[in-house]
């Protein structure tokens, strides 16, 4: 019994992100938002997966994207890491965004690995749970 509880917990942690991987994966969502806000959209086009990189051909494209559909990220007053998640075998970075008008937003990162480099695979806004008070 005892050795069935250790294989399973081996097991268990062989899917968990590494505290190494989850330090990279935010450095590269950091490095992303750091060219938004200076509208690098060269640099941030950058940090995408070759599949994004596929569907928006230009780092112009790609920037109006995001300024239209997600200008909390393309101009965050604050952001906060929370929790890397594994689901299905794949990483979920969420990030809490507060914007210019005050409001938060959460957003799920999908990251891949990609010639040992994390790379953004898309973003999901996710349900607001803010109260008013």
Not at 24 to 29: A, G
């Amino acid at each position: 019994m005892k050795y069935l509880i250790i294989i399973v917990s081996m097991w268990v942690a062989s899917f968990a992100p590494t505290w190494a991987d989850e330090r990279r994966i935010q450095t590269t969502i950091q490095m992303q938002i750091d060219a938004f806000k200076k509208d690098d959209f060269v640099a941030a086009f950058e940090y995408a997966s070759p599949t994004i990189q596929s569907i928006f051909k230009t780092s112009d494209r790609f920037g109006l994207m995001v300024r239209r559909g997600y200008p909390m990220v393309h101009r965050p007053a604050k952001i906060k890491f929370l929790e890397l998640e594994t689901i299905a075998n794949e990483f979920w970075q969420k990030v809490q965004i507060k914007d210019e008008q005050g409001r938060f937003h959460v957003m799920a990162y999908r990251m891949i690995s990609v010639d040992d480099k994390w790379l953004i695979n898309g973003v999901q806004l996710l349900p607001s749970e803010e109260v008013g008070v």
